[in-house]
């Protein structure tokens, strides 16, 4: 009878155990990039990062919106492996531009796993263990760029320390463009013969090291992004 209950006792542990880990796994899901303010023909998206190291089900979580707007994950199982990032698709429309909060939280007890406020919201929508406020928030996103969080997964909770607007990078890692004055730029032609869409700009590097354009923007009108 002593064995059986030991080994009853140690089956509870492990289930324990096992729950544990489970819920503690699923705290390490973020959310890593949003973009919101995309060009048109394009859709709204909100990317989620792994940065454990267990598979999750994202059919066991869900988004939130400042207006309490919940968007399934996934309909159904669909797992995001550690270390994988998933792209979450909306039609454009659900996320404010100028300003807005978003939480990710998981369906049936509905605890808030990852909150992001960016722009000018300014209100706390779901009750939350950090304190909010809009002095925090991340920065607004100009069209066709994104809100990443950097470095990548990173969460002091603290949105605009956290976040920066880049080039999107949906599915892969956030990183800061790295700038050089070695770019120059040292063509353009803005009325070539054969018509305006074989239009360029050439730069060049004076210097003597590699530079990584990723990230980089030519933009004709200051605070314009066109």
């Known amino acids: 009878i002593k064995l ?46 792994n940065y454990g190291e267990l598979p999750l089900d994202l059919s066991k979580f869900q988004l939130k919106d400042g207006a309490g707007a919940a968007k399934d994950l996934s309909s159904t199982e669909r797992f995001i492996e550690a270390g ?12 404010n531009n100028s300003g ?13 796993l990852d909150r992001v406020a960016y722009g000018d919201w300014d209100k706390e929508t779901l009750p939350d263990v950090y304190l909010f406020s809009p002095d925090n928030n991340a920065p607004v996103a100009t069209s ?33 463009p790295v700038f ?3 770019i120059k730029i040292n063509e353009i032609v803005p009325t070539p013969a054969d018509g305006a869409i074989n239009e360029y700009v050439e730069l060049i590097n004076l210097g003597g090291e590699t530079i990584d354009l990723c990230g980089w923007v030519l933009d004709d009108i200051e605070g314009g992004s066109s």
Do not use: H
């Open 180 to 182: 050089s004055k070695d």
């Open 84 to 95: 994988e990032y998933y792209v979450f698709e909306i039609n454009s429309g659900w996320l």
């Open 4 to 49: 059986l209950f030991a080994v009853f006792l140690l089956a509870i542990d492990c289930c324990l155990s096992c729950s544990d880990k489970a819920f503690a796994a699923q705290n390490n899901l973020v959310i890593n990039e949003i973009f919101p303010s995309p060009s048109s023909g394009e859709k709204e998206w909100v990317e989620i990062y």
């Open 100 to 112: 807005e909060i978003i939480y990710l939280v998981e369906r049936s007890s509905q605890t808030i």
């Open 144 to 176: 066709g760029k994104s809100i990443s969080r950097i470095p990548n997964g990173t969460d002091t909770n603290i949105d605009k320390d956290d976040f920066r607007i880049v080039a999107s990078s949906p599915g892969n890692e956030n990183v800061m």
